[in-house]
């Protein structure tokens, strides 16, 4: 759901390996200062280097279809779609289709996490075991290393019944409780002792979801809806119970499948993802949330969550990418902030550069990785998008191995919904490479 992600969600969020033993804060994994000059005036020479640069990735990764849209305060808007939203009517893609979003959902549920927090509802020091019985480690893994994806838990989007129990029929609904089965019942259910590295796993989020819905009295969607999307204005953001999907809307590709095969992912229930990389969302939400999400205030002035609070998600302990780290909910790569989502049929990436108030999206109807590397396609494009407007920040986020106990599923590069690199939410298949 994101990350550099191995697995169906590999993120929000593709699955980084590190040491991340200290329990004090780090500083961010920042690049440094742009120089004089700083992010370009989007005219119309930029955006024919950028509409050339786009193009090209579309046409070496063989993506459909791709939205993207580029910001900065009085250097202009960059908005764009390229290919197709439906391989088989060769109808366009268009800036305005609703899209799966996959990890970032991460972002929604961990920002649900620190507003209880910050009320006194929770604290994220306390062991999960206060909120949810049956965790393994639970008595010691605490809510900010799930949050930070160090608890040391296995994902059970590494699991080969949960593989197999998806791809066998994509329509399925799953419970949060049944997701974590899949982890607790592996054979070996903890990779490591808490603290001790970093490791991108969905199955945080579904207990931190849990936490969420337990200590607000609302279902997670419910509290996502009332406490961050509308204070948000993000009205076309939604959080489904089923796989429902708003019109109008791409059609997404995968071959995340049991066969192996390119299928039309559309209408898979995204339940198995749920407060790791279920939410649905567009083009223009997006970019308010890019904002948002990084600095801790709503567009109306007021605060998401405290300066407090908001210091602590942005510590990003260094990953084993150079140049990415990862806080609470949210990463830092080359200096842009953020994070990615992958799950069948579809990326996205959104993310902001603090220093030039500079706002990346890119949605896509894929999830296919591309090339010998499995690099996942958000990150190639951001990769290139970046390259011509920032090219002291280039976002690059390479596949790394998320890990896997020893006898499950075989270790696969990671994705962000499985943080390889942070995006993917995305199951890993125990023989071919999941995004």
Known sequence: MGLAAAGLLAVPVQSVVAHAAQPTPQPSASAQPSPAGGFPVLDDATEARLDAAIQDVLKKTGVPGAIVGLSAPGKGEYT???????????????????????????????????????????????????????????????LRELAGMRSGLLSYTQTEPFYKALTSDPTRYFTPRQLLDFAFEAPEPVLFEPNAEFNYSNTNLILLGLVVEKMSGQPLGDYIRDHILKPAGMSRTSFPRGPEFPTPHAQGYTQQTASGKTENATDWNPSWGWAAGAMISDLRDMRTWAKTLATGTFPDGTRMVSPGMQKQRLTTPPTAIPGAGYGLGIFDVQGWIGHNGSLPGYQSLTIYLPEEQATLVVLL???????????????VFGQAITQVVTPDHVYNLPPVTQQNPKSSAPATPASPASPASPSSASPASPTTPAS
């Open 365 to 379: 109807n894929t999830d296919i990785p591309y090339g010998p590397q499995h690099e996942e396609p958000s990150t």
């Open 80 to 142: 764009r779609a390229f290919g197709v939203a439906d391989k088989a009517t060769g109808k366009e893609m268009t800036p305005n289709l609703y899209s799966r979003i996959g990890s970032e959902t991460k972002t929604f549920t961990v920002t649900a996490l620190l507003q209880l927090a910050q009320e006194g509802k929770v604290g994220l020091d306390d062991p999960i075991g206060k909120y949810v019985e049956g965790v393994p480690n639970g008595d010691r893994v605490t």
